[in-house]
């Protein structure tokens, strides 16, 4: 039962550093570089992979050993779909706002390699239990790296934070930062930083 537990914690874990799939294994990076310039942005998109990558691994947990393997990718993106549906019918009703902001990423998520990914890499091998810690593991780690980009961007490229200022009236916005080119060189500035924390000795 130990040995479970730990297996279950370093299958949540792994997401955060070690496989982080932004900062280390480069994947889904269209949607953190175009909607990362604020940290409302940020975390709406990070909430959205979570409850699409979530739901879409729980079910696929569930009903894979019935899959033909012919058929094992359409039907992965059947389910994937679904979910990104939901996901977008229910921010363009409650957040049109930020269903706008977002534009077509929120669609575009049906083809994340993120979600596909950890279905082919993970789900489909595994049990329902390490899939669901997979998922929320790797989902989290996006989270986290979108987040901090976001947070980043916002800062320097407007002086503030979730709308607030937090410089005074002489702070010079660096508009490269809310831009495509800044979006670039804050993905390399963490991917660095990740790989310095993370180097072995």
Same mark, same amino acid.
């Given at each position: 039962?130990?040995?479970?537990?730990?297996?279950?914690?370093?299958?949540f874990?792994k @997401?955060?550093?070690?496989e982080? /799939?932004? #900062?280390?294994?480069?994947?889904?990076?269209?949607?953190?570089l175009?909607v990362?310039?604020t940290?409302v942005?940020s975390?709406?998109?990070?909430i959205?992979?979570?409850?699409?990558?979530?739901?879409?691994? !729980?079910?696929? @947990? =569930?009903?894979?050993?019935l899959?033909?393997?012919?058929?094992?990718?359409?039907?992965?993106?059947?389910?994937?779909?679904t979910f990104?549906?939901?996901?977008? =019918?229910?921010?363009?009703a409650?957040? /049109?706002?930020?269903?706008k902001? =977002? %534009?077509p990423?929120?669609?575009l998520?049906?083809?994340?390699?993120?979600? #596909?990914?950890?279905?082919e890499?993970?789900?489909?091998?595994n049990?329902?239990l390490?899939?669901?810690m997979?998922?929320? %593991?790797?989902?989290?780690?996006y989270l986290?790296a979108? #987040?901090?980009?976001?947070?980043?961007?916002?800062? =320097?490229g !407007? @002086?503030?934070?979730?709308?607030?200022r937090i410089?005074?009236?002489?702070?010079? /916005?660096?508009?490269?930062?809310? #831009?495509?080119? %800044?979006?670039?060189?804050t993905?390399?500035?963490?991917?660095?930083?990740?790989?310095?924390i993370?180097r072995?000795?």
């Amino acid at each position: 039962m130990a040995s479970n537990n730990r297996n279950l914690g370093f299958e949540f874990f792994k @997401g955060f550093f070690k496989e982080n /799939p932004v #900062l280390v294994q480069l994947l889904g990076l269209c949607s953190v570089l175009a909607v990362s310039n604020t940290v409302v942005n940020s975390i709406s998109m990070g909430i959205a992979v979570l409850f699409v990558l979530f739901f879409s691994s !729980f079910v696929i @947990g =569930l009903v894979k050993d019935l899959i033909p393997s012919e058929v094992r990718i359409p039907a992965f993106i059947v389910v994937i779909a679904t979910f990104v549906t939901i996901a977008d =019918l229910f921010l363009k009703a409650k957040f /049109p706002d930020i269903s706008k902001a =977002l %534009g077509p990423y929120i669609p575009l998520i049906v083809v994340n390699c993120i979600i #596909l990914g950890r279905q082919e890499a993970f789900t489909k091998k595994n049990k329902l239990l390490p899939s669901i810690m997979d998922a929320l %593991g790797m989902s989290a780690g996006y989270l986290i790296a979108i #987040l901090l980009m976001g947070i980043i961007r916002e800062i =320097l490229g !407007f @002086g503030s934070i979730l709308g607030f200022r937090i410089f005074g009236s002489s702070f010079k /916005p660096i508009l490269v930062m809310i #831009l495509p080119p %800044g979006a670039f060189l804050t993905l390399a500035m963490l991917i660095g930083f990740m790989n310095f924390i993370t180097r072995k000795e």
